[in-house]
């Protein structure tokens, strides 16, 4: 592993390696909302009718539990096993999880496969992240670290637009297989690559085991056919034979059920012994082992109590989850016995003495903040287009956001300059600054507001805000942490994001429910606004007067989480050796 203090020389295959990293990143954040359009239809597909949304929504929650609670193993493991094969491996299991949410038959199986779309799409974060530390200098980490920062939140919000687009003119299984050839296609790229780069000795050399590969791809043959069970085979009286259960109705207790286990074992078994396996099964248990297996699963279950707590809720009628307060007595038991153990362990998940510094502890609270922030502009500034100037589209409501997110990646790349020579504390705070002043010119936004030129000036504005606090607040915490948990420390970085994102935009929703009920018990009676009239607009436009000032109260909530980052960044950032010239700790100097 390079020292992240001296930095390689980064030629053209690492700047390929980073790319295409960066693409994989983005490509898997999209895959977070890719599903909101296309959901009524899978929920077809899982053997759901209409009316039961609420039991569809672990296709949407089962994705995000698999990003964010395997987020600190992930990451611990890029510190113990390296960043490319951590690069490498989630992108085949996002292929995996892709492959088995496409050819899913019921609610079981999808959930399953959006739960490994997760865990690969959620491990590429802290692992490119670390690659940047270990390729750059902390002088010249910003405008890498920003970059990768803006694909990610951007292809969080393309996701539906991603996946209205191939709904347009195929199915929604196709939004998987695509999903399967472009993560395949990523993982081959970042492996070619790789080898070609400075980090080199992280990827395997050799000739591949053929026996382990063959084994795989039977497996892979019988899961599809499993899963899918084709028509024109399962009718065959012959070809039949195989997709009979053997009692019961279970496809999976079926003699393609048995090949699929006899496989899977099979090439386990080769990757145990194999002198070149594909998957060295044994390096990959080991660094796991290190990596405190007990630890991670106790902060898992913390993070998953939180993500269903609020993640399964409708953010327009309720706060939390129906079991959303049972969730969350769960994860706060759970989370005391973590810290017992976090105390007792030789080798915690989290290293003793590595968030000791304030500005490495001190970015996972300021973009706690900023996601808390950042979530009322993704969620709410297309629904306040859509009950306003684009009520009968979507995805012109949608499009607003455009206006936002162009500035977003110009901010990034501007923060990352910028961190060469101002202090990353200011920058934040500065960035901070301006979308607080964004969203605060949207709390005045009225029901023709979106219609005027003059509201991209507030969409600009926080976008760059965001843009700029993103290079920064990465660039504090791995200046000030050791190279040996660069992963671990990155991928908590965007668990804080990911837990701010969700408990602002519950805290937030609560603001705006009371200023909309507010607003509403103040509005007459149909009958008595409308004199008994069969039709009344007058009616209507005050339910929508109640739903603007329901998101102007967001907006403001916004505001002042924003305006709470940016305090905290000026504050708690100060000190991060990020600037030219700045003295980095010696290893030594961590505990």
């Known amino acids: 592993m390079t020292s992240a203090g001296t930095g390689?020389?980064?030629?053209?295959?690492?700047?390929?390696?980073?790319?295409?990293?960066?693409?994989?990143?983005?490509?898997?954040?999209?895959?977070?909302?890719?599903?909101?359009?296309?959901?009524?239809?899978?929920?077809?597909?899982?053997?759901?009718?209409?009316?039961?949304?609420?039991?569809?929504?672990?296709?949407?929650?089962?994705?995000?539990?698999?990003?964010?609670?395997?987020?600190?193993?992930?990451?611990?493991?890029?510190?113990?096993?390296?960043?490319?094969?951590?690069?490498?491996?989630?992108?085949?299991?996002?292929?995996?999880?892709?492959?088995?949410?496409?050819?899913?038959?019921?609610?079981?199986?999808?959930?399953?496969?959006?739960?490994?779309?997760?865990?690969?799409?959620?491990?590429l974060v802290p692992a490119t992240l670390a690659l940047v530390a270990d390729l750059y200098p902390p002088h010249r980490r910003g405008v890498p670290l920003g970059i990768v920062g803006a694909v990610q939140e951007i292809g969080s919000v393309l996701g539906p637009l991603f996946g209205a687009v191939v709904l347009a003119v195929a199915d929604w299984e196709a939004i998987f297989w695509l999903n399967l050839a472009v993560g395949l296609v990523l993982a081959a790229a970042v492996r070619a690559v790789g080898r070609r780069s400075?980090?080199?000795?992280?990827?395997?050399?050799?000739?591949?085991?053929?026996?382990?590969?063959?084994?795989?791809?039977?497996?892979?043959?019988?899961?599809?056919?499993?899963?899918?069970?084709?028509?024109?085979?399962?009718?065959?009286?012959?070809?039949?034979?195989?997709?009979?259960p053997f009692a019961g109705s279970s496809r999976w207790f079926s003699p393609l059920g048995v090949v699929l286990v006899l496989a899977t074992a099979a090439f386990v078994h080769r990757c145990l012994v194999a002198r070149r396996p594909l998957v060295d099964l044994r390096a990959w248990y080991a660094a796991a082992r290190s990596a405190d297996l007990i630890g991670a699963a106790l902060l898992a279950l913390v993070?998953?109590?939180?993500?269903?707590?609020?993640?399964?809720?409708?953010?327009?009628?309720?706060?939390?989850?129906?079991?959303?307060?049972?969730?969350?007595?769960?994860?706060?038991?759970?989370?005391?016995?973590?810290?017992?153990?976090?105390?007792?362990?030789?080798?915690?998940?989290?290293?003793?003495?590595?968030?000791?510094?304030?500005?490495?502890?001190?970015?996972?609270?300021?973009?706690?903040f900023v996601g808390a922030a950042l979530i009322a502009a993704l969620v709410d500034i297309p629904v306040f287009?859509?009950?306003?100037?684009?009520?009968?589209?979507?995805?012109?409501?949608?499009?607003?956001?455009?206006?936002?997110?162009?500035?977003?990646?110009v901010g990034a790349v501007l923060g990352g300059y910028a961190s060469r020579a101002l202090p990353v504390g200011a920058i934040t705070a500065f960035g901070m600054a301006l979308s607080t002043v964004g969203f605060a010119w949207m709390s005045t936004?009225?029901?023709?507001?979106?219609?005027?030129?003059?509201?991209?000036?507030?969409?600009?504005?926080?976008?760059?805000?965001?843009?700029?606090?993103?290079?920064?607040?990465?660039?504090?915490?791995?200046a000030t942490t050791a190279d040996a948990v660069h992963g671990v420390a990155s991928a908590l970085l965007v668990v804080a994001r990911m837990v701010g994102m969700l408990v602002g935009i519950s805290a937030l929703t609560t603001i705006g429910l009371r200023r909309y009920y507010a607003v509403q018990d103040g509005i007459p009676s149909p009958r008595a606004l409308c004199d008994g009239a069969s039709r009344c607009d007058a009616f209507t436009d005050a339910l929508r007067e109640a739903g603007i000032a329901q998101l102007e109260a967001v907006?403001?909530?916004?505001?002042?989480?924003?305006?709470?980052?940016?305090?905290?960044?000026?504050?708690?950032?100060?000190?991060?050796?990020?600037?030219?010239?700045?003295?980095v700790p010696t290893p030594g100097a961590w505990t």
């Open 8 to 123: 390689p020389r980064v030629g053209t295959s690492e700047r390929w390696l980073l790319a295409a990293a960066a693409v994989a990143v983005a490509f898997a954040a999209a895959d977070t909302y890719v599903v909101v359009l296309a959901l009524p239809d899978m929920m077809v597909g899982a053997g759901l009718s209409a009316d039961e949304l609420q039991r569809a929504a672990p296709i949407v929650s089962g994705f995000l539990l698999g990003y964010v609670a395997m987020l600190p193993l992930i990451g611990r493991i890029a510190d113990l096993r390296g960043r490319l094969p951590v690069l490498v491996a989630s992108l085949v299991v996002f292929a995996l999880g892709s492959l088995i949410t496409a050819a899913a038959y019921d609610l079981p199986s999808m959930v399953t496969g959006r739960f490994l779309q997760g865990v690969g799409g959620g491990g």
């Open 198 to 244: 400075v980090v080199a000795d992280d990827v395997a050399r050799g000739r591949p085991d053929v026996l382990g590969a063959a084994a795989l791809a039977v497996a892979l043959a019988a899961l599809v056919l499993v899963l899918q069970q084709p028509a024109g085979l399962t009718r065959d009286v012959t070809l039949g034979l195989p997709f009979v």
């Open 303 to 368: 993070l998953g109590g939180v993500i269903l707590a609020f993640a399964t809720a409708d953010p327009e009628v309720q706060v939390f989850s129906p079991a959303g307060e049972w969730f969350l007595i769960g994860a706060g038991v759970v989370l005391v016995l973590l810290v017992v153990h976090q105390r007792r362990a030789r080798e915690p998940l989290v290293p003793h003495a590595a968030l000791a510094r304030t500005p490495a502890w001190g970015s996972l609270l300021v973009s706690f």
């Open 385 to 409: 287009a859509r009950i306003t100037v684009h009520p009968d589209s979507q995805l012109d409501a949608a499009l607003v956001l455009l206006r936002l997110l162009v500035a977003l990646p």
């Open 445 to 478: 936004w009225g029901p023709t507001s979106l219609a005027e030129w003059v509201a991209t000036v507030p969409l600009v504005l926080t976008g760059l805000g965001f843009g700029l606090a993103l290079a920064p607040v990465n660039a504090a915490l791995l």
């Open 555 to 583: 907006f403001l909530g916004a505001a002042v989480c924003a305006a709470v980052a940016g305090i905290l960044a000026l504050v708690l950032l100060r000190g991060a050796p990020t600037r030219a010239g700045a003295a």
